[in-house]
């Protein structure tokens, strides 16, 4: 159990279950027990990097599920010609988003098209379609997103998989819970790592965001 600051919210992570291995070092394992320090240096910045692949996916879910929240309550009418605005910030608007229905019912589908490829104001690549399954506003207890990757990329990791959102709050504490299913990571050089994990996310102190 560890403390992290997020977003400038501190949060309590809890991590249950985390399976992250090489698909192609399984035969090489049976052929030589230990492997060079360049190949263990090489595998563990290949395992950060899946990691901050799945985290990227989250946190432009997150940005996207809370402003398609605001928008759907007539929260923030303002912001209705020039919607997303924050998420642009991040991915640019060359990114394709759709929004199904585009008004204030649930289920809905929003999905972020990134076609063939593009360098986004972040300085990262990203390729293919995030593809986010609402029950619910977001914010509101009980709500599951659903987000399924489509010929996903980004940097040079193909990433797959399904991710699952779900908020459990109640009495006013907020908490979420986030599942990562069938992941899967492919870099260039073949080699690929299977992802699986599932994670709590408690906010336990309130601090002003960054305007």
């Known amino acids: 159990m560890k403390v992290l600051s997020i977003t400038r919210i501190v949060i309590i992570t809890v991590t249950l279950s985390l399976t992250l291995f090489t698909f192609s070092c399984k035969k090489e394992a049976t052929q030589k027990e230990t492997m060079t320090e360049t190949e263990a240096t090489e595998y563990s910045a290949e395992s950060m990097e899946a990691e901050a692949s799945y985290d990227d996916v989250q946190d432009i879910s997150m940005t996207a599920a809370d402003e398609e929240g605001i928008i759907s309550a007539g929260k923030s009418q303002e912001a209705k010609p020039f919607p997303f605005l924050r998420l642009r910030v991040r991915i640019g608007a060359n990114a394709t988003i759709t929004v199904t229905p585009d008004d204030n019912t649930y289920p809905k589908t929003v999905t972020i098209d990134f076609g063939n490829g593009q360098t986004c104001p972040d300085g990262k690549f990203r390729k293919g ?83």
């Open 129 to 211: 379609k995030i593809v986010m399954h609402f029950t619910a506003p977001i914010r509101r207890p009980g709500a599951v997103v659903t987000i399924t990757l489509v010929d996903f990329q980004i940097g040079r990791a193909k990433i797959e998989g399904t991710k699952v959102i779900t908020n459990l709050s109640e009495n006013g504490n907020i908490k979420f819970s986030v599942q990562v299913t069938d992941g899967k990571v492919t870099f260039p050089n073949g080699r690929g790592y299977q992802y699986e994990k599932l994670k709590y996310v408690k906010q336990i102190e309130n601090l002003r965001k960054p305007r």
